[in-house]
């Protein structure tokens, strides 16, 4: 088990962070600047924080009361960067055996084993600079697995490559991580990384811990304002109390049944963008004045298309995602006479934009 407990004096904030992680992989998931590849790198020794500890199992890292800072070398910690940090003069088998003792007998073997599960096989004598970036990624992964870290720390690693080269890369990234035995930590500013990969989900802004817990769940309650933007949650409104179960949102001029009680502490309530469900005339009569039908119109809406999805900008602001068809164009179609959202996909949240 990694723990960590930590503050370091950044120029705009103090990351201020206490967490641990099991044989999982830990997403940190932030926008850019909120201290995510300060936070690996300080596991990693590159930096030293200000105070506090860094522990995996039995090993300590780091510990400012015991004056105790474990070289980088000495840590264990595989460490994949954004830019995966291969040497531009080496070929790809003398880096992935740049981290192996020469006196090691089993070298030859570990290097040719990781160059094999990496489907390196005919580019053992290539430079990085011949290589895509998809290939230069494995055979970062590849020098660091060699190395056989206890804990694997993931930069932001999708960050230089191409949308269309994205999708295959995380699902090899996702075998990788599921064959594994360490802690993994992977760092990025992406909800659908972390989504796809991560067991479980560390919000960070601005230095600090928003939340933290098993990924399904943030996405599904995440409980403050700030952890549902981060979450990608873009319908967002204040709103007045009308009952236990029944509020009115300002902003969008609508009153909505929920299933979760409505406390005090509570200021916002969110929609996500894929929630709306489409409803005909006949439909919509069915519901008639029922409470939890939660059924508005659309109105004169802003219609734009993307190659597989419409995105809709209701009359009353609330934005709507919708799935296409990528030679379906007609506009004229989009818009149902109604639409409603169900009483549990209304999130109901704590905190300040």
């Known amino acids: 088990m990694l723990e960590v407990d930590i503050d370091k004096k950044l120029r705009q904030f103090t990351l201020s962070l206490s967490f641990w992680a099991d044989k ?60 995966y940090a291969l040497f531009p003069n080496m070929t790809v088998e003398q880096n992935i055996g740049c981290g192996l003792s020469r006196k090691d007998p089993a070298r030859s073997d570990k290097i040719s084993e990781m160059i094999r599960r990496f489907q390196l096989e005919g580019m053992e004598k290539s430079f990085p600079g011949r290589l895509s970036g998809g290939q230069q990624q494995r055979v970062a992964l590849a020098r660091i697995l060699a190395y056989e870290p206890e804990v694997l720390l993931l930069d932001e690693p999708f960050s230089a490559m191409d949308a269309y080269l994205k999708e295959g890369l995380r699902l ?25 990969l991560c067991d479980n989900i560390l919000l960070l802004q601005d ?43 300002y902003d969008w001029n609508l009153k909505l049944v929920t ?32 409470k939890e039908a939660n059924l508005f119109s659309p109105g004169k809406s802003d219609i734009s298309q993307m190659p597989f999805e419409w995105y809709v900008t209701f009359e009353n602001h609330l934005w709507w ?33």
Not at 230 to 240: A, D, E, P, Q
Not at 276 to 290: C, L, N
Not at 327 to 341: A, C, G, K, M, T
């Open 172 to 196: 090899q990234m996702a075998e990788v991580i599921r064959d594994y035995q360490g802690v993994t930590i992977l760092v990025t500013h992406d909800r659908d990384e972390a989504y796809q």
């Open 259 to 290: 299933s979760e009680k409505i406390t005090e502490s509570m200021t916002y309530v969110g929609i996500r963008a894929h929630d709306f469900i489409p409803i005909s005339k006949s439909e919509a009569d069915v519901w008639g004045d029922k």
């Open 24 to 83: 999982e992989c830990l997403g940190i998931l932030g926008p850019s600047g909120c201290g995510k590849s300060m936070t690996l790198k300080s596991i990693a020794g590159i930096v030293t924080p200000d105070s506090g500890t860094i522990r995996n199992n039995d090993r300590v890292l780091y510990d400012s009361g015991g004056n105790i800072n474990l070289k980088p070398q000495k840590r264990k910690v595989g460490y994949l960067f954004q830019n």
């Open 321 to 353: 995602k919708t799935n296409k068809n990528l030679h379906n164009s007609d506009i004229q179609n989009v818009l149902p006479p109604y639409l409603r959202v169900e009483p549990e996909s209304i999130l109901l949240l704590k905190g300040e934009l």
């Open 207 to 249: 230095g600090s811990v928003l939340e933290k817990g098993e990924t399904q769940r943030l996405f599904d309650h995440p409980g403050t304002v700030q952890a549902a933007r981060l979450t990608g949650c873009k319908n967002l409104s204040r709103f007045k109390k009308v009952s236990d179960y029944c509020l009115f949102a």
